[in-house]
């Protein structure tokens, strides 16, 4: 059974970049889309972008010129950077596999998330 | 950009039957998709493909498809399936779109 787990800095200062890495275990990473979603305090749920195995990525284009993904395979690993963040991208950070058939994509399974506070 | 729209609340009693709307312009050639989460929890998947049922997610959880909305019913609530709920789908660009969440508060 596939778990995913988020790791990284929990407390990210204005301006700088967000980086935090998914660790894929009980499967492999290749052959599957990955993905980054997003939740703010009370808020709903906001995709910010995939990468396949092979490294070719797709991006929500609200957050494009901010977001860099990467995939290390040898680690099952694959990682998000957000560069430049203010408060508003304060949020609990999800990976999860992208699960598609031939038509459409859903993400399962999920991680538990991880808290991303961003002050000074 | 794309949007999904779900009633803020849903309230139910114990043992009816809950129905929760998705409403999107894409919907009737995109796919949909429902997950439920609860509080500390991670997004559990309980609907694909507008009807479809992941295993070990219970009959009580159902899909349905029409024209720009979908519909997922839960049927003789439990205490247990209190939660919010989240349609998902794509655009036309393929970007993934999450609704705007459905609290269920089973009274």
């Known amino acids: 059974q596939v778990q995913l787990q988020e790791s990284g800095p929990g407390l990210v200062k204005p301006s700088e970049t967000l980086s935090l890495t998914c660790t894929v275990s009980?499967?492999?990473?290749?052959?599957?889309?990955w993905s980054w979603i997003r939740q703010p305090a009370g808020k709903g749920l906001e995709w910010i972008g995939r990468i396949y195995s092979s490294g070719s990525t797709n991006y929500n284009p609200s957050l494009k010129s901010r977001v860099t993904m990467s995939v290390d395979t040898s680690k099952n690993q694959f990682s998000l950077k957000l560069s430049s963040v203010t408060a508003a991208d304060t949020a609990v950070y999800y990976c999860a596999r992208v699960y598609c058939n031939n038509v459409s994509c859903c993400f399962d399974p999920w991680g538990q998330g991880t808290l991303v506070s961003v002050s000074s | 950009s794309y949007e999904l729209t779900q009633p803020p609340s849903v309230s139910v009693s114990p043992g009816q039957t809950a129905r929760i709307t998705c409403s999107g312009d894409a919907l009737p050639k995109q796919d949909a998709y429902w997950y439920q989460e609860k509080p500390g929890q991670a997004p559990v998947l309980v609907i694909y493909?507008?009807?479809e049922r992941p295993s070990g997610i219970p009959e009580r959880f159902s899909g349905s498809s029409s024209g720009t909305t979908v519909t997922l019913t839960i049927s003789g609530v439990q205490a247990e399936d209190e939660a919010d709920y989240y349609c998902q789908s794509a655009d036309s660009s393929g970007t993934y779109v999450f609704g705007t969440g459905t609290k269920v508060t089973v009274l």
């Open positions: 009980g499967g492999s990473i290749r052959s599957y889309y």
């Open positions: 493909r507008d009807s």
